[in-house]
């Protein structure tokens, strides 16, 4: 069983520039939630994607964007980056239509906008 | 509004009993979680309820108190390995069972260090 992965580790951006980070689900997930951690405080939810669709959002701005894939892995797109920005992206998955209470989460990619 | 409020940081010694603490004002509750996250790394699995009472897992065990918006995680034998961020959340949910969407709601963590 393949677990979560993320691409890339690490990610230096200017601000101003757009990033997009890339997450691949555990084989059999078709549920792919993403989250930001800023330094010493805990995930915040941004938004999930079930079956290609966002199936809910956080309290993030419209230039946070992503996508879902048939093979459901998954892209997180943000706009016009902000030093605020920087932080650990975290993706999780978990299959959707069992209502799993589990998400498995990725290795994360840390941002750092400058 | 959503709150979960956990202590900051808690120090112990190798083969003690910790108790992290969690207490909780959301706008919905559908179940509670506790994951480790150590430095650098992704946030690990450690204990689910949904239920009051007691959830015992080897040497992890987590208590629920839905009427008291209260949880806490019980660490025995500590170990230096146990050294990492404890971090309560509780589950959100949302839509309709064919397309139900899901969530966790954290705290900021309890960051722990244990000593020899």
């Known amino acids: 069983e393949t677990g979560v992965t993320q691409s890339p580790t690490h990610l230096i951006k200017t601000r101003g520039q757009q990033v997009t980070l890339r997450c691949s689900s555990q084989?059999?997930?078709?549920?792919v939630s993403w989250y930001q951690q800023a330094l010493g405080q805990g995930p915040q939810f941004i938004f999930q994607?079930?079956?290609?669709?966002?199936?809910g959002r956080g309290n993030f701005p419209p230039r946070f964007s992503g996508l879902q894939f048939p093979n459901y892995s998954s892209e997180l797109n943000v706009n016009a980056l902000e030093l605020d920005d920087s932080a650990l992206y975290l993706c999780?998955?978990?299959?959707?239509?069992?209502?799993?209470?589990?998400?498995?989460f990725g290795p994360g990619t840390r941002l750092t906008v400058t | 509004g959503q709150n979960i409020d956990q202590p900051t940081e808690m120090t112990a010694t190798e083969g003690a009993i910790v108790q992290i603490n969690c207490t909780y004002q959301?706008?919905?509750?559908?179940?509670l979680f506790w994951y480790q996250q150590h430095a650098g790394e992704a946030p690990t699995f450690l204990s689910y309820?949904?239920?009051?009472g007691l959830e015992e897992k080897g040497r992890f065990s987590s208590f629920l108190s839905r009427s008291k918006g209260y949880s806490y995680l019980l660490l025995k034998e500590l170990q230096m390995k146990d050294s990492a961020s404890y971090l309560c959340a509780v589950r959100d949910e949302w839509g309709g069972s064919d397309q139900a969407g899901t969530a966790l709601i954290f705290g900021k963590g309890t960051t722990l260090s244990v000593s020899s």
């Open positions: 084989s059999g997930h078709n549920t």
């Open positions: 999780a998955s978990s299959h959707g239509t069992e209502r799993s209470y589990e998400q498995y």
């Open positions: 309820n949904v239920l009051d």
């Open positions: 959301t706008s919905g509750f559908n179940g």
């Open positions: 994607y079930y079956r290609e669709e966002e199936n």
